[in-house]
């Protein structure tokens, strides 16, 4: 039974579908964040992520002297993982509705709260009407987390539980279309962080999202190792930019990426179908490079203020 359990989450691990960076792009981003704790907030974070269920799914078959930053990693990809029916989970919608929506109760909360990992920010490039973003949403849930953290009442279980959401958010609101919803004439309830944006992707399909391509520019491999190598090559985050600690401005930063690089040319104005030619895409890997890099020196100085202040 023991081995089937561990089966059972290697296959979940391999076949879930997941949303923003993909989990490669998150594990990307933990991999960073990892290499850049102290010594004493690494060793406090690798005790606490011992306390989430999928633990043992996470450090099996990994070798010995690499668990520690191998379960960091993949808890960065938990909060995605969770919206797999598999995980026994209840998908409580996109969109926050009642009380329930913005509790923080920990491992014993089985909602999905999709609505967590992202804060669609409105914009219209025509003068259509704007929403005003739903709360909870990702900047509320940083916040809340991070003061978690730093509670020194908080239960172990509890910031296990957050400490979890908070390798996935930071990364999250790097992702510049979880960050904005576009408004115009012709989605006048808005294009939901360009998931209604569609994209021809191959000749004869013109089925994809220009979310899903966001969320796959760097890659789409589950391998931990593959992920490693890809941080250490990545070009490092401005010392300035990674200093800042504020969620909002991160967020503000997406929102103005969205505005300036992903709804630029080729895609216009309503939901397509576009054809992204060379120009965009390189321009988008090297956004995401930039925006992972940052990602990864902000998850780890916010750790590192969090819980080993002064």
């Known amino acids: 039974m023991k081995t089937l359990a561990l089966t059972v989450g290697v296959v979940i691990w391999l076949t879930t579908s997941a949303l923003a960076w993909n989990h490669f792009g998150h594990l990307t981003v933990a991999a960073i964040a990892y290499d850049h704790l102290t010594p004493k907030v690494r060793t406090t974070v690798d005790g606490l992520l011992k306390l989430n269920p ?24 938990w909060p995605d993982l969770i919206k797999t029916s598999a995980m026994g989970y209840q998908n ?56 978690t953290l730093t509670d020194p009442h908080a239960s172990k279980e509890l910031k296990s539980y957050d400490l979890v959401w908070l390798l996935h958010l930071v990364g999250d609101v790097h992702q510049p279309l979880h960050a904005t919803s ?21 000749p004869t399909s013109c089925e994809g999202k220009l979310h899903a391509f966001w969320d796959d520019v760097l890659g789409t491999s589950d391998s931990y190792k593959t992920a490693i190598t890809k941080a250490k090559a990545l070009t490092p985050a401005d010392a300035h930019l990674a200093a800042i600690p504020d969620e909002v401005v991160w967020i503000e930063e997406s929102f103005q990426a ?37 990602a990864g020196r902000r998850l780890a100085n916010l750790l590192n203020d969090a819980m080993c202040p002064g």
């Open 182 to 202: 576009r408004f115009d004439q012709q989605q006048p309830k808005g294009d939901r962080g360009g998931n209604a944006v569609k994209l021809c992707t191959k």
């Open 92 to 147: 409580d919608g996109e969109r926050p509705t009642g009380p329930d929506a913005a509790r923080n109760i920990g491992y014993a909360d089985k909602l999905m709260h999709r609505y967590w990992h992202f804060i669609d920010r409105p914009f219209s490039p025509d003068h259509a009407g704007l929403l005003e973003p739903d709360s909870p949403n990702a900047q509320t849930q940083i916040s809340a987390f991070r003061a």
């Open 258 to 294: 969205a505005q300036q690089t992903v709804y630029a040319a080729p895609v216009g104005v309503g939901e397509g179908p576009y054809t992204l030619d060379t120009a965009y895409k390189t321009a988008a890997r090297e956004l995401a490079e930039r925006r992972i890099a940052l």
């Open 54 to 77: 999928s633990y043992k799914q996470w450090v099996a078959g990994v070798a010995a002297q690499d668990k520690r930053k191998v379960a960091f990693m993949r808890a960065a990809t």
